[in-house]
């Protein structure tokens, strides 16, 4: 257990609908990172916040995503009106911000669009 | 071409047997470099973590990096059954983000 908290594990919705996922992250982490897997592929980056503030996203993140994190604590990432190809594992990260050191990842939301 | 490139495999190896997995890339801003395991269903976690060129060892796993080359390397000794996993290195620069930019992950079992 790294320590960063992911929920749901696992959502399955069908075509069309809004879905949210929740990230927990250690609480002295400022840096917090969303990726999303999709089998057989390394993650890739789709945004980053530095306390609150969201400070650079993908152009895999398209206009039916959207990302916050209030206060700089916990993270959501909504997708709306959801595709299946929006079926993947969507995965968080957080970083302590210091230089040399390591990010701890969740285990993961995975998404089945039906 | 992708900025870093990792033979998906899969690789399968006797138990006991030496190990190696390869990334390269294609950009030279990148300063750290990593290796990470992730096992069915799960998160990843990181293996090793090494800054610029060289070599570093932690027990059965040992890094090396090459960045004249754009090559860098993972290494298991004594590899055993619970080693099967998918392996994905990734790497980043200082500055900005510092988002992790990750190879596809090769997917490794060790057969007992």
């Known amino acids: 257990d790294t320590g960063v908290s992911q929920d749901p594990r696992h959502k399955i919705t069908k075509r069309g609908q809004n879905v949210t996922f929740r990230c927990d992250p250690i609480?002295?982490?400022?840096?917090l990172y969303w990726y999303r897997q999709t089998l057989g592929q390394g993650p890739e980056f789709l945004t980053y916040?530095?306390?609150?503030?969201?400070?650079?996203k993908s152009r895999l993140l398209s206009d039916r995503f959207s990302a916050e994190r209030p206060k700089g604590s916990f993270s959501t990432l909504e997708i709306q009106r959801t595709e299946q190809g929006d079926s993947a594992m969507y995965l968080c990260?957080?970083?302590?911000?210091?230089?040399?050191?390591?990010?701890?990842f969740g285990q993961g939301t995975r998404l089945t669009v039906v | 071409q992708k900025e870093v490139e990792q033979d998906p495999g899969p690789l399968s190896v006797p138990e006991g047997a030496i190990v190696s997995l390869n990334c390269t890339y294609s950009?030279?801003?990148?300063?750290?470099f990593m290796w990470y395991r992730q096992y069915s269903r799960k998160g990843p976690e990181l293996l090793m973590y090494?800054?610029?060129?060289g070599n570093k060892e932690d027990g059965r796993f040992t890094a090396q990096v090459d960045k004249s080359s754009k090559y860098i390397s993972l290494f298991i000794r004594d590899s055993q059954p619970s080693d099967s996993a998918t392996y994905l290195c990734?790497?980043?620069?200082?500055?900005?983000?510092?988002?992790?930019?990750f190879g596809k992950g090769t997917k490794l079992t060790v057969n007992p």
């Open positions: 990260a957080t970083h302590p911000g210091q230089a040399n050191t390591e990010a701890f």
């Open positions: 609480s002295e982490h400022n840096r």
């Open positions: 916040f530095q306390n609150e503030a969201q400070l650079e």
């Open positions: 950009n030279s801003a990148f300063q750290y």
């Open positions: 090494t800054y610029s060129s």
């Open positions: 990734a790497m980043t620069y200082q500055g900005g983000s510092e988002k992790l930019v």
